[in-house]
């Protein structure tokens, strides 16, 4: 099935949100919790986004069971927009010109015309996908029209020749063409696994085609929030509260 043919605007920079205008009887399917805001005559079909097998394979690698449609019933054009949850780019991805599909990081996913089919691709190895780094679970696009996914920070694109290779932390990896070939490779040693601090798994990513990776993944600032959370209290107020807390949990006697 075709694509809908959808217009699209980007407003923003470091905190993008993207605005879709559909004409009457188009649509566009999103991830569940990315919706904005939509006017009037658009409404919103909620499903398993391939069925039931598709939802519970979506739920086994840590993404919603659900895949939001939203359909322009009205009798003109209607606009809906969407955003990701964290700061960073927008990445449009025009499926058409880029082969028909492209495979993209479990949690970089926001949108895609409808007609977009929108599967689960584990890696080649499942025991990869599980144990390396971040968790390396792709979804595939495919299909004829427009995709939108996110990249933490900025966005990073390359173009890989024939047998070019690039290794990559898995977290920082977007989306790329499944022309290229990629692998998960232990980082061995001691000395790198113990003292290394970029992760014991990288991707090996080899040409041809293209690759998009972001500066900030969303695990890598979670990561450093919560490192700093504790200073930024401060030991005094984290002794009061430890103190307060422990007298209401122990029963501390006053006299």
Do not use: W
């Amino acid at each position: 099935m075709a694509a809908d043919v959808i217009d699209y605007k980007i407003y923003g920079q470091s905190l993008q949100l993207i605005e879709i205008e559909l004409d009457p009887g188009e649509g566009v399917r999103a991830e569940v919790g990315t919706m904005i805001y939509m006017e009037e005559g658009i409404n919103m079909q909620t499903s398993s986004g391939g069925g039931i097998f598709a939802g519970f394979k979506r739920m086994f690698t840590g993404e919603g069971f659900f895949i939001t449609t939203f359909l322009n019933h009205g009798m003109g054009k209607s606009r809906v927009g969407f955003a990701a949850p964290y700061p960073g780019e927008v990445i449009p991805l025009d499926l058409g010109q880029l082969g028909g599909q492209f495979l993209c990081q479990k949690d970089s996913f926001i949108c895609a015309a409808k007609g977009i089919e929108i599967q689960v691709a584990f890696t080649k190895r499942l025991g990869s996908g599980f144990f390396g780094g971040e968790g390396f679970i792709l979804q595939k696009l495919q299909g004829d029209g427009m995709a939108f996914i996110h990249a933490g920070g900025a966005i990073i694109e390359k173009d890989l020749a024939v047998g070019e290779r690039l290794r990559v932390d898995t977290g920082c990896l977007v989306a790329f063409a499944p022309s290229v070939d990629y692998e998960i490779r232990f980082i061995g040693g001691f000395r790198n696994a113990l003292f290394g601090g970029e992760g014991l798994f990288l991707a090996q990513m080899t040409g041809p085609g293209k690759v998009f990776l972001q500066s900030l993944p969303f695990s890598r600032l979670a990561e450093r929030i919560t490192a700093t959370l504790p200073n930024l209290l401060g030991e005094t107020d984290s002794s009061k509260s430890g103190g307060f807390l422990g007298g209401l949990l122990g029963g501390d006697d006053q006299g």
